[in-house]
């Protein structure tokens, strides 16, 4: 299913749903993973420093079995920090991720499961009471999906429960205890569906926005390469042409320009024999047999009609008439019949004129008309040739260079 419309019906879903259609919930959870993951390492960071400040409590609240906790708490925090240095090596997009973004919560209500000596009686209930803290950081701080910190809620009552039958809390205490911990349990929980309901709820707002954005883009490349490329030949049009030229004729002085302008044949006496469909498909394969002679870089645009033009960017040392052999010579290899053209063997052939950008061209316009005179003067010598401005040499229909 294509994604705008698995995105428009996520949209719709009722408000308590919150995983996603699978494909957009691997597009959502690829999206968020290097955020998420450090989102763990900064909150998984913050926690071991404050669980290890909370040994001064373990001291004043705990003073007959400080080591003994002391010793317990020291392993969650080696635990947790092995969690954030494979939080560190793991894929970011790695499955277990939000499992291990609460596997220290889950280790650290291990000290309380121990037992504390008779003096330190008085201190029990207040040093549970605490626990519930970690319920709160674990929920909304660590923030997991609701699946994860449901499970870490279920473990933390539990625990907390079974700390209360150990340490053998009196009743009002040991209930004041676990109130806390279902209420900050329920509290966090809700609070944690709302995040990420609202988290999911963005992102979605957020993926349609660049969705059509991108196909905004996207419908704006085409019409700028519709607007830039004739529709029958597949080459640029004249519109693209003078963009090209307006861009590289100032640079002319750095960079040699070669612009010549290709004009078919007795073109009309074609159409007039074989009907226009049979002469756009002539100037099809013209266009095609020209492009076949450039590289990436040259321009070849149709200027209209019957007219091409080529914007060419010849090397230093590079024959210039030998380019204008090549493109004759490629138009004459179509053999596509043209009763009309007598002088050269009744096919379809090309006259070329060109002109190299020099000084003396200080416009767009005036190095076209230097090329199109120039085309003008191989039409009037016999056409199927090409004459260069700047060699001032005629290439006649029966040459061919070695």
């Known amino acids: 299913m294509p ?3 698995t995105l428009a019906k996520a949209l719709e879903r009722p408000f308590w749903a919150l995983r996603f259609e699978p494909e957009l919930e691997r597009h959502y959870q690829h999206d968020i993973a290097w955020a998420r993951r450090r989102h763990l390492r900064i909150s998984l960071t913050v926690a071991i420093l404050v669980y290890a400040g909370f040994s001064t409590w373990d001291w004043v609240l705990l003073t007959d079995t400080f080591w003994a906790v002391t010793l317990h708490s020291v392993l ?3 635990g947790g920090s092995a969690v954030l240095l494979a939080l560190s090596l793991m894929p970011a997009q790695h499955p277990l991720r939000e499992w291990l973004g609460i596997l220290p919560s889950v280790l650290a209500y291990g000290p309380p499961l121990l037992q504390i000596d008779a003096s330190d009686a008085a201190h029990r209930a207040l040093w549970l009471a605490i626990l519930p803290l970690l319920i709160l950081y674990t929920n909304s701080c660590i923030a997991p999906p609701l699946r994860q910190a449901a499970v870490h809620s279920a473990i933390a009552v539990l625990a907390i429960g079974l700390a209360v039958q150990i340490h053998a ?5 040991a209930s004041l205890v676990l109130t806390l911990a279902v209420a900050t349990t329920l509290f966090t929980l809700l609070a944690n569906f709302w995040m990420e309901q609202a988290q999911r709820r963005d992102y979605l707002l957020v993926l349609r926005d660049r969705l059509r954005n991108e196909e905004l883009a996207a419908t704006n490349r085409i019409l700028e390469q519709q607007s830039a490329t004739d529709p029958l ?7 693209a042409l003078m963009q090209v030229l307006a861009t590289a004729l100032p640079r002319r002085h750095a960079q040699p320009l070669l612009l010549l302008m290709i004009d078919v044949d007795h073109f009309k006496a074609f159409n007039d024999r ?3 469909p049979a002469g756009d498909r002539c100037l099809k394969r013209v266009a095609a047999a020209l492009a076949g002679e450039l590289r990436n870089g040259d321009c070849l645009a149709r200027y209209g009609g019957e007219e091409f033009a080529i914007l060419y960017t010849p090397a230093h040392e590079e024959d210039q008439c030998r380019i204008v052999q090549h493109l004759l010579d490629a138009v004459r290899q179509l053999e596509i019949p043209n009763p009309g053209n007598i002088g050269a063997g009744r096919r379809v052939t090309v006259s070329i004129g060109g002109a190299c950008a020099g000084p003396h061209h200080t416009s767009i316009e005036a190095l076209i008309e230097a090329a199109d005179r120039q085309l003008y003067w191989a039409k009037q010598a016999g056409r199927d040739q090409g004459r260069l401005e700047c060699c001032q040499e005629e290439l006649a229909a029966a040459e061919r260079l070695p």
């Open 274 to 276: 074989y009907g226009h």
């Open 3 to 5: 994604l705008d419309i």
């Open 76 to 78: 969650v925090v080696l």
């Open 233 to 239: 030949t597949g080459v640029a049009n004249r519109r």
């Open 169 to 173: 809390l009196p009743a009002l205490e």
